[in-house]
């Protein structure tokens, strides 16, 4: 198990707890530290699912700075580019194991990961 995790979140926070009270010890990638590239984020896509958008933050000043809005009509390459580049984007927590992933936002969103 993996966490994308910021420790300055108390979301992220939260949701490493959570994991850690249940008995795991995921590996903690602090992403602002050593960020993912475009391929790694392109598979937390693919476990995550769904629409790109949701892995990133829009309120924060670079999306601001960036002109990023959440109807943007961008491929999903570009968007994974934008974060890699941009690591101070991405939604956190991001939870990843066996290939499915969860964004803990609430935390308790990662335990369908724990079962």
């Not at 994308?4 to 926070?13: A, T």
């Not at 009509?73 to 984007?89: F, I, M, V, Y």
């Amino acid at each position: 198990m993996r966490i994308y995790h910021n420790p300055r979140c108390s979301k992220s926070r939260q949701t490493l707890a959570l994991l850690q009270e249940a008995g795991v010890e995921p590996e903690v990638v602090e992403y602002l530290k050593t960020p993912p590239s475009a391929q790694e984020l392109g598979q937390v896509h693919a476990a995550l699912g769904g629409d790109v958008r949701a892995m990133l933050r829009f309120k924060e000043e670079r999306a601001r700075e960036l002109g990023l809005r959440p109807d943007d009509e961008r491929d999903t390459g570009e968007w994974l580019r934008l974060l890699a580049e941009n690591p101070q984007l991405l939604e956190r927590p991001i939870v990843v194991s066996a290939g499915a992933a969860r964004i803990g936002r609430p935390p308790e969103a990662v335990r369908e990961l724990l079962d």
